[in-house]
């Protein structure tokens, strides 16, 4: 079956221009997850979903980020009037359940948008 | 302090042999679960191992086992007879079920097997 997707795959942008990073996550995945991982390091949790409710946001770096999952499915995360420091690769995961305490929790990885903000 | 330690930022390692990638975390929660992940150079992050904190077992999955000491809180993987496809970054993460919802990785540990 199909996996995560994510798209672009690459995206650079001018400084101070918006961008818009799509995710489509496994098809009946309750959960959603975005990630940044910086060049040589691990993965770090931005922002999560279940179904449309966005229930945890505690790692977005700004108000300059912004994520959505209008209709509990498709994901998409919006950083305006991008800086350097963003360039990064952005993650999109879902997962089967809520995050409960079963090794169905398991998040399922896309491919990541590498974004370059010049 | 660090959650997730991952001490070995590079390994060489000869195809066929055995290899042990090291984790440690810290949390004071009682319930949480830790899991190893493979990043080839593509980018994509594939789960390989789940173990949670009340398992009593440590997991297996293929050739893949993960040696779980939970007083030391250690989460160390274990690759048995390793091939050439096994090269690439590898992280452990952690979840507490007291947390927040997102994974926490460690920096990873880049493994190259050599023929």
């Known amino acids: ?118 | 302090a660090q959650k997730i330690t991952q001490t070995q930022p590079g390994m060489f390692v000869q195809e066929k042999e055995a290899v042990t990638l090291d984790c440690t975390y810290d949390t004071s929660d009682q319930s949480y679960g830790l899991f190893w992940y493979k990043q080839p150079s593509s980018g994509e992050m594939i789960f390989l191992i789940y173990q949670g904190s009340y398992d009593e077992q440590n997991a297996t999955e293929g050739r893949y086992s993960l040696n779980f000491q939970k007083a030391r809180k250690s989460a160390n993987l274990v690759i048995s007879a390793s091939q050439l496809g096994d090269s690439a970054m590898y992280f452990c993460a952690m979840r507490e079920w007291g947390g927040a919802d997102g994974l926490t990785f460690g920096k990873g540990t880049h493994l190259i097997i050599q023929p």
């Open chain 1, 1 to 118: 079956g199909a996996g995560v997707s994510q798209s672009p795959r690459y995206k650079v942008a001018k400084r101070g221009q918006d961008v818009a990073l799509r995710c489509d996550p496994i098809s009946g995945h309750v959960s959603l997850f975005w990630y940044q991982q910086a060049l040589g390091q691990g993965p770090e949790f931005l922002t999560y979903f279940q179904n449309e409710a966005q229930l945890d946001k505690s790692g977005l770096p700004s108000d300059r980020f912004f994520a959505e999952r209008p209709e509990g499915s498709v994901s998409t995360l919006k950083i305006q009037r991008t800086q350097q420091e963003d360039s990064a690769v952005y993650l999109c995961a879902s997962s089967l359940e809520g995050t409960g305490r079963t090794s169905t929790d398991t998040q399922y990885f896309g491919p990541g948008t590498r974004l370059t903000v010049l």
